[in-house]
């Protein structure tokens, strides 16, 4: 079934997607964020072939909020969660770090997800309690033991909910470098295969983490969130904060500068 979802993932980037790349108009959402006809194209193709790898509805980022909280709602026994481009705003700058993202989920857990860049070619999966993927290889493909000091964070500084900790996390920021690449999807999966060594963010879509943090996870690494409880507890179901590393020595480290800092 993974290998199914991959597929499907791939075709809608190639039919719907990448035909728009650099030659897409787009217009702001009531929230400020962008939409393009390629997002909403690939939202379309998805509610068609999902369905048919497994019959269960479809929750996507391009539709109105109280739809996708009826959905979230009543549907815990099976629920497909995509986000159809994430990094639009890159996707319409042709900046080429942007991708599409497929997750299953049930009883609120996800239990299999894609992550697709297409442009890279770079295929991030995962399935519960079978490891996580890159291309077929193994993830994480690097995992180093480093100080804080020296550590390469990825950190969205505007999406931080304390004035204090995005203060902080500019003037003295505990890591070595820090990255804003603008796709979430893809920061889960740069964890997972080591390229980022820690990370934080304010407040994530539930399609922008729900297959991330599973293929994070079956990478062996670990999180929080900035509330303090277990990453998947709580009802910040629609925006959920995190705090995560691959090494769990870092993540204490990490953890704590954090928690001292808020």
């Not at 993974?2 to 728009?20: G, I, W």
């Not at 390629?38 to 269960?56: H, K, M, N, V």
């Amino acid at each position: 079934m993974l290998d199914k979802l991959q597929a499907v993932v791939r075709e809608v980037a190639q039919q719907e997607v990448m035909p728009r790349f650099l030659a897409v108009e787009s217009r702001e959402k009531a929230d400020g964020s962008l939409l393009t006809e390629a997002d909403l194209a690939a939202q379309a193709a998805f509610a068609r072939r999902l369905p048919e790898l497994i019959d269960c509805p479809m929750l996507g980022e391009e539709m109105s909020e109280q739809t996708q909280r009826d959905l979230w709602l009543h549907n815990h026994q099976g629920l497909w969660v995509v986000d159809p481009i994430d990094g639009t705003t890159n996707f319409i700058n042709g900046f080429p770090h942007f991708a599409l993202s497929a997750a299953y989920l049930v009883q609120g857990r996800a239990r299999m997800g894609v992550i697709f860049n297409p442009v890279s070619g770079e295929c991030f999966y995962a399935a519960a309690g079978e490891g996580a993927y890159l291309n077929g290889r193994r993830l994480p493909a690097l995992r180093r033991d480093k100080p804080l000091k020296r550590a390469v964070a990825g950190v969205e500084i505007k999406y931080l909910r304390s004035g204090s900790l995005s203060s902080r996390m500019n003037t003295l920021s505990p890591v070595g470098s820090i990255r804003s690449m603008g796709c979430s999807t893809l920061d889960w999966c740069y964890l997972a295969a080591g390229r980022l060594d820690v990370y934080v963010h304010g407040g994530q879509k539930l399609w922008d983490y729900a297959a991330g943090a599973l293929i994070f996870e079956e990478a062996g690494g670990c999180l929080a969130t900035l509330e303090g409880d277990t990453f998947w507890s709580g009802e910040h179901v629609f925006k959920r904060s995190v705090i995560a590393a691959l090494n769990p020595e870092l993540f204490g480290r990490w953890l704590k500068w954090i928690r001292d800092n808020q």
